[in-house]
């Protein structure tokens, strides 16, 4: 067999698709393994540089194939699919990846550590919770409401909600019966949530990076954890601006013909790093007052809405994010002129 430089790996939970080519670029490796199959072959294989898209246990077969001696990059699914030439299966999924992972302006996804993982479960997990609350909350609220029992918004709330109901004898027992446990239900949740940010927060204070990017205005520990977990490598990006960019918080491109036309954000990227973001800088803009904020914020609020000026200093708060990242230094308030 001629000697393969480079490899496209599809995976999935059983069935995993190569597709190889050598030097001349022609196909000479179309190959379907099973699972335990797919270890023994790369295990005897001669190292080579192999490319898999970036979803799910992407990063664990990357640390897998790498303990073997090959060379993996991760590629983002939306980068590969341009080159699937036509229908979708799993071999023409594979080829696209080795033609993708081909091309030298290619972007990849720097590969996690399983400790990395780990550590981003605590992110993931939390949101996970934080959904499931508000739907319960909602629950509760759509079901009192049968009974003409209302509460102010607000997760604090739903307990004086839950007080009057259990005092109301117009509610019947069975009712009251069932709100108590989705009572103790919400409560488990919330004391899940509080024990993740409990430990989120101790992993705040244990890691460097994440307390320098906490002294940027807007960013609190929840952000600063989130941004050091999910950015690794901040130098892939080569510069703040295409950090910004990559987290999706600059307006979509359509330009043609020489006229430029700025859309709305292209949400690319993470989103719960946009989002976090966002909502620091909202809370930014709530405390916006001249003396407080810089002159820049006060004239974007003085001429855009604040929803719009939120996005814009998340942008702001993105990039100097990257430049504290990068330079290893923590954030120093601009001078006022």
């Known amino acids: 067999m001629e ?5 496209g ?25 099973r699972r335990i199959e797919l270890v023994r072959y790369f295990e005897s294989h001669p190292p080579v540089q192999i490319g898999i898209e970036a979803c799910g246990a992407a990063h664990h077969w990357a640390r897998v194939l790498r303990s073997f001696g090959h060379e993996v990059r991760l590629l983002p699914p939306q980068y590969v699919k341009p080159y699937v030439k036509r229908g979708k299966n799993d071999a023409a999924d ?3 990846i080795c033609e993708a992972m081909s091309r030298p ?10 400790e990395n993982q780990a550590a981003l479960m605590l992110h993931g ?6 959904k499931q609350r508000t739907m319960l909350i909602n629950a509760i609220r759509g079901y009192a409401a049968e009974f003409g029992l209302t509460a102010a918004a607000g997760v604090a709330r739903i307990g004086t909600l839950m007080d009057t109901i259990s005092a109301n004898e117009k509610v019947p027992e069975l009712a009251r019966q069932i709100f108590a446990g989705l009572a103790q239900q919400l409560r488990t949740l919330e004391a899940q949530i509080r024990a993740l940010e409990k430990r989120l927060m101790a992993w705040h204070r244990d890691n460097e990076l994440s307390r320098r990017l906490a002294t940027i205005p807007g960013i609190g520990p929840i952000t600063a954890t989130a941004l050091t977990m999910k950015v690794p490598e901040p130098n892939m990006h080569r510069s703040s601006r295409h950090f910004a960019a990559w987290v999706g918080l600059t307006p979509k491109d359509h330009s043609t013909a020489g006229r430029q036309r ?3 954000i292209t949400r690319a990227g993470d989103e719960t790093l946009r989002s976090l973001l966002v909502n620091g800088a909202m809370a930014v ?5 001249p003396g407080r904020a810089s002159p820049w914020l006060l004239a974007l609020l003085a001429r855009k809405p604040k929803k719009l000026a939120a996005v814009a200093l998340a942008n702001k ?21």
Request: glycine share 4%; proline share 4%; no cysteine.
């Open 3 to 7: 000697q393969i430089i480079r490899i």
């Open 9 to 33: 790996l599809d995976t999935s939970k059983q069935v995993f698709q190569l597709h190889g080519v050598n030097a001349s670029e022609q196909p000479v490796l179309r190959l379907r393994l």
């Open 94 to 96: 594979a080829e696209a």
């Open 125 to 130: 997990a939390r949101e996970l919770l934080i």
């Open 285 to 289: 803009i709530q405390k916006a007052k």
């Open 262 to 264: 700025l859309g709305i």
């Open 105 to 114: 302006t290619m972007r990849f996804v720097p590969v996690k550590t399983a």
């Open 317 to 337: 708060m993105a990039r100097t994010a990257w430049v504290v990242m990068t330079r290893g230094e923590v954030y120093r308030r601009p001078v006022a002129a």
